[in-house]
């Protein structure tokens, strides 16, 4: 079955640091890749997705690129703030009737001031 | 656009004691719709779908049901909390098919004492 690994945090960066998330992922043909962001008490957001391989998705500074050949999803931030502490979920959804996504654990990041 | 509600947003029930969740969207047609558990600093755990009026399919057997009335009204219920019900409730849309993203709602937490 589909599998989504991501590195166990708190990642704890202060703020302007460059900021990776590893997320590695096992699937059967060719997913699409997401990845969201959720803020204390709140619900997920789509942060940025990406659908086939070597595609880019981007938003809010944040960016991930879809790599085939090394299974892997990892998100990026050049410059991080305060404001974007929050736990980051990958995922994936693959060939599936019911649209059914396969998460990864989330990854927690405090950024500091 | 597409929005998506879940009621109440909080919610502090006795253990013994009935529960029901509703989640609505709107702005789309026949989406799937989807329940989610998220216990206390842990990932996503899915508990229900549906991909149409009626249609239920349980992820995870326990003391949990849901049920979908309406095309775009999805709603969880128990007869008789748990302790271990406790946790932040999602919902979530998409549209039909395979890799596509999730939406979510905002949550409702959820405390059995």
């Known amino acids: 079955g589909n599998s989504v690994t991501q590195m166990e945090g708190p990642v704890t960066l202060s703020e302007e640091a460059f900021l990776t998330i590893n997320c590695t992922y096992t699937?059967?043909?060719?997913?699409?890749l997401f990845w969201y962001v959720q803020y204390p008490g709140e619900g997920l957001q789509l942060l940025l997705k990406?659908?086939?391989?070597?595609d880019k998705g981007s938003n809010k500074g944040f960016e991930a690129t879809y790599r085939k050949e090394t299974t892997s999803f990892h998100l990026e931030k050049g410059s991080v703030q305060v404001s974007d502490s929050a736990v980051y979920f990958c995922?994936?959804?693959?060939?599936?009737?019911?649209?059914?996504?396969?998460f990864g654990g989330g990854t927690r990041l405090m950024v500091k001031p | 656009s597409q929005t998506i509600h879940q009621w109440p947003a909080t919610l502090v029930q006795p253990v013994g004691s009935p529960l029901s969740l509703e989640c609505t969207v709107e702005?789309?047609?026949?989406?799937?719709l989807y329940w989610y558990r998220q216990a206390a600093g842990r990932g996503l755990q899915l508990l229900f779908y549906?991909?149409?009026?009626?249609?239920i399919s349980s992820e995870v057997p326990q003391n949990l049901s849901a049920s979908r009335p309406q095309d775009r009204q999805f709603i969880l219920s128990s007869k008789k909390l748990l302790l271990s019900d406790s946790g932040f409730y999602l919902c979530?849309?998409?549209?039909?098919?395979?890799?596509?993203?999730?939406?979510f709602g905002p949550g409702t937490r959820l405390t059995v004492l």
């Open positions: 979530a849309w998409s549209v039909g098919g395979g890799y596509n993203e999730q939406f």
């Open positions: 990406a659908t086939k391989a070597d």
């Open positions: 699937a059967t043909g060719y997913p699409s």
């Open positions: 995922a994936l959804s693959d060939n599936n009737a019911g649209n059914m996504l396969t």
């Open positions: 549906s991909v149409g009026i009626g249609q």
């Open positions: 702005g789309t047609s026949n989406p799937n």
